[in-house]
């Protein structure tokens, strides 16, 4: 019975799991809006009201995958913050953290710029703080490596990095493969440390 139960959970989870990937690509292509429930379902193989076992609404399924990408950006800057106690060293591995979700998370930067509105408030107020937390480690990198510069400033070079380096999904488009990946992985990473260190 225990077994049949988790067998059970572990397929339910792999359906959500699904579910989020291809909504995130789906949203990503054409929009929130343009995204019926019964196509989100087609994508994993299931009805379009069996969604509702996982997400009480598409909005719901919006603010999951926004939420959970927030907060695997924030829970990752800290991380990299606490390996390290050089600034330098801190700076060159949060780039290279945002440079690989960027290039594995394009769908959800898309989705991002595009559908961001279409949250619930209490939704939106969430993966705002989020973000702001997620800012907040870039900005105190920053402040040991720059130390005379005030705080607006330092928000504003750590959002003018995500900018660069979230433009990857629409300037790369057409490259596909690992050898564009490490080439445009080694110009974002120079580019933004670059900007980030002038």
Known sequence: MTSDLTERN???????????????????ERGFTGVSLEELGAAVGVSGPAVYRHFANKQALLGAILLRVSERLRDGGHAVQDASDDPGEQLAALVRFHVDFALSDADVIRVQDRDLGSLSETDRHRVRRLQRDYVDVWVAVLGRLHPGRGENDLRVRAHACFGLIN??????????GAPADSTVRGILESMALAALTA
Do not use: D, M, N, W
């Open 10 to 28: 572990r397929a339910k989870a792999g359906r959500q799991t699904a579910l989020l990937r291809e909504a995130a690509r789906l949203f990503a």
């Open 167 to 176: 433009s990857t999904p629409h300037s790369v488009r057409g490259l596909r």
